[in-house]
């Protein structure tokens, strides 16, 4: 729990490790991802995440069991991590 | 210390009263809670014997397999308050026994995501039942078989189980398989965490049962960990109702490797382990699931692990 504002601290098994630095390294990633989709995300007090798309709908997403979900929603479509141009992208 | 629950699934008249009656009568197993969702013709005769009636709550994700049931997760909070009112024996273990055709992962879902049953129990294992007479009839057996930690193949007494053993093998590599007659099986065998090492996996690429197939994928270089959990949470949130399960021996760079485990969309948390067992450090990767094409998980792993 954050003893600032109550949030319950995230305990998903993808961020468990790292600390704060963790996760700003992993909001860096997961924005190189979500920049294909036109969508960013930001830290909001290290508690959760703010995304947003480029028309200026957003959401809160609490934790990374979350994300995925919200990014789908706000780019409605699916994102998935095998297709070729989202690959091309990256590489 | 967390009090442990195995789950026990199988198809309806496979078997699974039998092997929990059974185990019930071994002296190791006396302080044993059960939770059934109905009471069967073969009756478990148990003085902490607890039914519920199956209630579901649909997660705002509106995903199947992330629901919470409710009855459990309210029946696991009550058997701590009454333990810790006196009211009912001490207990140290939990057997929670499912219909036929319920989806094991809602459970799984329970045990990992609700605040209170989190802090004070753990998954043990999940167990299947398979009938040797009849095999893998349904989808849901074949979904069940699939996602187990220990496949029990029971009535061996009555037919031949080694076919069925061989398509178990191969469609859930990740399992250990167990024989039992009448529920004749020694419980060390089933509790206790009877996690497989995933190095001990034999594969044959391409067979499967109702288009459920394995897969393994071996990575030479080491894994960014953060990357990697980006990875898989994106293609479980895409393609999570076709991958039933996912089992890895990683490295992501500590002396010794993280051991992953996950059903549908659901992860345990990772258990970091001292030392790899022997020189061989690749991480390996297993999944069980329909249709997954091992080589385009790899081309996306490799590119994502360079993010």
Redesign the interface.
Same mark, same amino acid.
């Given at each position: 729990m954050c003893g600032l504002c109550g949030v319950l601290l995230s305990?998903h098994?993808?961020?468990?490790?790292?600390g704060r630095r963790?996760r700003a390294?992993?909001v860096a990633?997961?924005n190189?991802?979500l920049d294909h989709f036109g969508l960013r995300l930001d830290d909001w007090s290290g508690s959760v995440y703010v995304l947003r798309d480029r028309k200026g709908a957003s959401a809160v997403v609490a934790d990374?069991?979350?994300?995925?979900?919200e990014a789908?929603r706000l780019a409605c479509r699916?994102?998935? *991590?095998?297709d070729p141009k989202l690959?091309a992208a990256?590489? | 210390m967390k009090t442990p629950v195995t789950l026990v699934t199988g198809f309806l008249g496979s078997g699974k009263t039998t092997l929990i009656s059974a185990l019930l009568r071994h002296p190791d197993l006396g302080e044993t809670a059960v939770i059934v969702n109905e009471l069967g013709e073969v009756g478990i005769d148990h003085h902490l014997l607890r039914r519920v009636d199956e209630r579901t709550v649909l997660m705002p994700?509106g995903?199947l397999c992330c629901t919470l049931r409710g009855d459990l997760a309210d029946e696991l909070r009550d058997l701590l308050s009454r333990r810790d009112r006196g009211e009912i024996p001490e207990f140290k273990r939990v057997v929670v026994e499912t219909t036929g055709l319920a989806d094991p992962a809602p459970i799984l879902f329970t045990l990992l995501s609700e605040p209170v049953v989190r802090h004070h129990y753990e998954l043990d294992g999940l167990v299947a039942t398979v009938d040797a007479v009849h095999g893998l009839r349904h989808e849901e057996s074949v979904k069940q078989a699939a996602i187990a930690d220990t496949l029990v193949v029971t009535k061996a007494d009555a037919a031949d189980a080694a076919e069925l053993e061989h398509r178990l093998a191969r469609l859930n590599p990740a399992a250990e398989i167990v024989e039992a007659s009448f529920g004749d099986v020694e419980p060390a065998r089933l509790l206790g965490r009877p996690q497989r090492d995933p190095r001990d996996i034999r594969i044959e690429d391409g067979h499967g049962h109702d288009g459920i197939a394995a897969c393994t994928l071996f990575l030479d270089e080491q894994l960014d960990?953060?990357?990697f959990?980006?990875?898989?949470?994106?293609?479980l949130?895409?393609?999570g109702g076709d991958i039933l399960r996912v089992k890895g021996l990683l490295d992501a760079g500590g002396s010794g490797p993280v051991l992953l485990n996950g059903v549908q969309?659901i992860?345990? *948390? *990772?258990v970091h382990l001292d030392a790899w067992p022997d020189d061989d450090r690749r991480s390996r990767l297993v999944f069980i699931g329909r249709g997954i094409?091992p080589h385009?998980?790899r081309?996306?792993l490799a590119?994502?692990n360079?993010?």
């Open positions: 305990d098994w993808a961020e468990q490790d790292g963790g390294l992993r990633l997961l190189r991802v990374m069991g979350s994300l995925w979900f789908e699916k994102l998935d *991590p095998l690959l990256l590489a | 994700s995903c960990w953060a990357a959990g980006i990875w898989l949470t994106m293609l949130q895409s393609r969309h992860v345990h *948390p *990772p094409d385009a998980l081309r996306s590119v994502f360079r993010l």
